[in-house]
């Protein structure tokens, strides 16, 4: 498995809305994390197995959603327990699934996202120290 790139906090984010996944690349990149994204919970999946990532963010859109990434978490929960895994959703999904070990919300906040991933995944020692 690969190792996060310059020390830097690695996120695996399955979005499958084409117009919010590159926006929110740039935001994490922006906030000093190596992004990795897809549409495809298929092919996230595929690149969950070729790298190690600090946090896998699964993005649950609505109530449909939600069974679709269940299944994704619990695929890579029963691969690797300690990995961390992460739904962005809104309030209503939040309250209908435990699946994940966290919940950011949706709310059209940049830096609150940035901020409810990096609560997430704090930096390392070293980042702090750089």
């Not at 830097?8 to 084409?18: D, G, M, P, W, Y």
């Not at 919300?105 to 830096?111: G, I, K, L, V």
Request: proline share 5%; net charge negative; charged share 25%.
């Amino acid at each position: 498995m690969e190792t996060p790139i310059n020390n830097k906090r690695a996120v695996l984010h399955i979005c499958t809305r084409e117009t919010i996944r590159p926006l929110r690349d740039q935001v994490l990149r922006l906030s000093g994390f190596v992004v990795d994204s897809t549409l495809s919970h298929t092919e996230g999946l595929s690149m969950f197995w070729a790298r190690q990532y600090d946090l896998v963010l699964i993005d649950v859109e609505g109530e449909e959603g939600i069974p679709q990434a269940e299944k994704m978490c619990s695929e890579i929960k029963t691969a690797q327990h300690e990995q961390l895994v992460a739904f962005v959703c809104n309030w209503r999904v939040a309250i209908l699934t435990d699946c994940p070990d966290e919940i950011v919300r949706t709310e059209f906040d940049p830096a609150a996202f940035a901020q409810g991933v990096s609560d997430i995944i704090p930096p390392s020692d070293d980042q702090i120290l750089n």
